[in-house]
């Protein structure tokens, strides 16, 4: 790793050069002004429809989509969800959706579909989308992207405690690993790489079936992911994540019968803030907006 204050490993500087314009990174402030300073509280919505998993737990499409444009008419408050979606893209950008590809609890395919409908039909060019995870250093369409949607579940995770929204753009380096220590607490430098940095629209934590508990590196087991049918959605990621992390503590506590911190202790959350200015992480500066279900909220 590299010290406090500038944590962008070398390979990801050299990395981050080829992806400029001669002459671009000099100068470029790599830790901007704080987006939530002065009286500016970061708006989040929490969406739950205990209908969009059926009896199998397969996944409604058709509700899910109608909650991803509940989310985004409430956060943009709009009436539509087109109105909604233009007010983040426009038809020229090039747009990236940065899913999650991890077999157990990937970005559903059902959500992918939906956020790809509504690009398209706001006037982003076909072409010009593109969904990926592991590959987004090396698909063209992020190589030359002006606007990403981040989309990913929430579960633990063995290295950073949890695996977030703020984490999902590790693949946004060469080497991961190079961001695995102290809990991955400076994995908000990942954000202000050239290639990211300001370009993220829009942040969907999916907590339809989160992973509250686990053990070991990789691990899944269906005693501990439950059918919370939730979505979290901000343009702040710091702001959705703190949400989906307070929601996630609780469900440990109520499951173990007692508190059960979640391990290793989450450290990147708050850093994305404090560190990185990237957004909000205490509750007293998050809007929450609650629409659906309320039953079991666990805020």
Known sequence: MTDGKSVLTRRDFIRAGACLTAGGLMGMPFFGPHPA??????????????????????????????????????LMETTDPLPAWERLVKPADVVGVKSNAWYHLP????????????????GVREENIAVDDRGVLSHPVFQHA???????????????GLGTLIKNYIMFTPRPSDYHGNACENLGAVWHLPHVKGK???????????????????????????????????TDPVAADATGARII???????????????????????????????????????????????????
Request: net charge positive; hydrophobic share 40%.
């Open 107 to 122: 970005t559903p395919p059902a959500l992918e579909t939906a956020i790809r409908k509504r690009l398209e039909q706001v």
């Open 146 to 160: 002006t606007t990403l949607i981040n989309a990913r579940p929430m579960r633990t995770h063995h290295w950073s």
């Open 200 to 234: 993220t629209r829009l942040n969907i934590l999916v907590m339809l079936t989160p992973q509250f508990h686990g053990v070991g590196p990789h691990n899944f087991s269906r005693d501990y992911i439950w059918n919370y049918c939730g979505l979290v959605v901000s």
């Open 37 to 74: 300073k002065g009286e500016t509280k970061s708006r989040v919505v929490l969406v739950r429809d205990m209908g969009v998993l059926s009896s199998t737990g397969a996944i409604r499409a058709r509700i899910l989509e109608n909650m991803l444009d509940r989310s985004l008419t409430t």
């Open 249 to 299: 503590q609780a469900k440990r506590n109520a499951f173990f019968g007692k508190e059960k911190p979640i391990s290793p202790s989450i450290l990147h959350i708050a850093a994305a803030d404090t560190k990185f200015g990237l957004g909000n992480s205490s509750p007293d500066r998050i809007d929450l907006i609650r629409i659906g279900a309320e039953k079991d909220i666990l805020l």
